[in-house]
């Protein structure tokens, strides 16, 4: 199996900054894509950000120019930086990570997810 832990999210002012982890554990041969989703109350999930395993990203249109997602392979850990928050980026960020494991199974995992709230 493999796990996906998130850390780093929190409680920030509007134009603040946080940076969010999510490591990937377990029987993990390779990591394809890796990115983040979010999910607002009331609100349906959406991609934030996503990266290829060879770092090309792509980004959901509200995020581009403050969001910057980045992933280190060797630690099987993928970033995303927020910067200029707005109250509306409010939502439990979820990472996503499409893997093969050692026993030869491809599947896409979930992480537990991490509350960011923006507010004053």
């Known amino acids: 199996q493999v796990q996906l832990v998130e850390s780093g999210g929190g409680l920030v002012q509007p134009g603040g900054s946080l940076r969010l982890s999510c490591a990937a554990s377990?029987?993990?041969?390779?990591?394809?894509?890796m990115g983040w989703y979010r999910q607002a109350p009331g609100k349906q999930r959406e991609l934030v950000a996503g990266?290829?395993?060879?770092?090309?990203?792509n980004y959901t249109d509200s995020v581009k120019g403050r969001f910057t997602i980045s992933r280190d392979n060797a630690k099987n850990t993928v970033y995303l930086q927020m910067n200029s928050l707005r109250p509306e980026d409010t939502a439990v960020y979820y990472c996503?990570?499409?893997?093969?494991?050692?026993?030869?199974?491809?599947?896409?995992?979930w992480g537990q997810g991490t509350q960011v709230t923006v507010s004053s």
């Open positions: 996503n990570a499409l893997v093969t494991t050692s026993t030869a199974v491809r599947n896409t995992y």
């Open positions: 990266s290829s395993r060879g770092g090309v990203a």
């Open positions: 377990g029987r993990i041969f390779i990591i394809y894509t």
